[in-house]
């Protein structure tokens, strides 16, 4: 089984109302050979909500308790996301997933890349807190780009 994020697939769960559909992922879901799943949704927030960055490190750090995950206003979320990775890890187990697709660049999801808590649309190499989380459990995160590329030499 695939879990993808629920943005990729279309759904409006964004920090700002909005999706990133990919139409591939979006066909995969509609063909039940992927599940959907939001953390910052599994976690407590609601959509739309203050756009938010991991601070002074990437989602290991925030794991190790050495980074926090702030919001634009400076309040501090970082218990509600990782309640968010905890519970999609525990969906990704129960599902026994094979490969988890996440949104690039979210303090949640990004699998290569972060933004670097300045809220000025930089980014810097990293995972979010999810993916970290996933990855140090075994499992597989690609982000959208990824899965797109590793699409066109496979068959799914």
Do not use: W
């Amino acid at each position: 089984m695939i879990i993808v994020s629920s943005c990729l697939a279309g759904i409006e769960c964004r920090y700002n109302g909005t999706h990133s559909l990919r139409k591939e992922i979006q066909q995969l879901v509609e063909r039940n050979k992927a599940v959907i799943v939001c953390p910052e949704l599994l976690g407590g927030f609601a959509t739309p909500r203050e756009p938010a960055e991991i601070v002074d490190g990437t989602g290991e750090d925030v794991l190790n308790g050495k980074s926090k995950i702030i919001e634009l206003s400076g309040s501090d979320v970082t218990e509600l996301y990782l309640k968010g990775a905890y519970k999609t890890l525990e969906m990704a187990t129960d599902l026994k997933a094979d490969m988890i697709v996440l949104k690039e660049y979210s303090p949640s999801c990004g699998s290569r890349m972060v933004h670097d808590g300045s809220f000025s649309n930089q980014r810097i190499p990293g995972e979010g807190v999810t993916a970290a989380l996933l990855r140090r459990h075994g499992f597989t995160v690609l982000s959208e780009t990824e899965f797109e590329e590793m699409l066109q030499n496979k068959d799914l």
